[in-house]
Nanobody, 114 residues
Framework: VQLVESGGGLVQPGGSLRLSCAASGTDFSGYTMGWYRQAPAKQRELVAHITRTGSTNYADSVKGRFTISRDNAKNTMYLQMNSLKPEDTARYYC?????????WGQGTQVTVSS
């Protein structure tokens, strides 16, 4: 089972990025999928998650700017990030949960700076 994030990079404030999480090794359509982030010297925090039925939940800090989605046919999850701020700078991790199963990707770095 593997989760691989991509799409991170350096972007100016106000810019956009789209992160992808490609899952392999099992059918993830039944999993709750999520994006977490961790900035230096800070705890990992939930950014957004999406259930198997498509229900979504967002951290207050990203509501209205970020959109989480999934394509079960492709075993892939996305995070569209708009109006990025310097405080969004962090390593972003993909997560998949189902009952006691809990998988993490290695993360992709997002840096928002002018």
């Amino acid at each position: 089972v593997q989760l691989v994030e991509s799409g991170g990079g350096l972007v100016q404030p106000g810019g956009s990025l789209r992160l992808s999480c490609a899952a392999s090794g099992t059918d993830f359509s039944g999993y709750t999928m999520g994006w977490y982030r961790q900035a230096p010297a800070k705890q990992r925090e939930l950014v957004a998650h999406i259930t198997r039925t498509g229900s979504t939940n967002y951290a207050d800090s990203v509501k209205g700017r970020f959109t989480i989605s999934r394509d079960n046919a492709k075993n892939t999850m996305y995070l569209q990030m708009n109006s990025l701020k310097p405080e969004d700078t962090a390593r972003y991790y993909c997560n998949a949960k189902l009952n006691t199963l809990n998988y993490w990707g290695q993360g992709t770095q997002v840096t928002v700076s002018s």
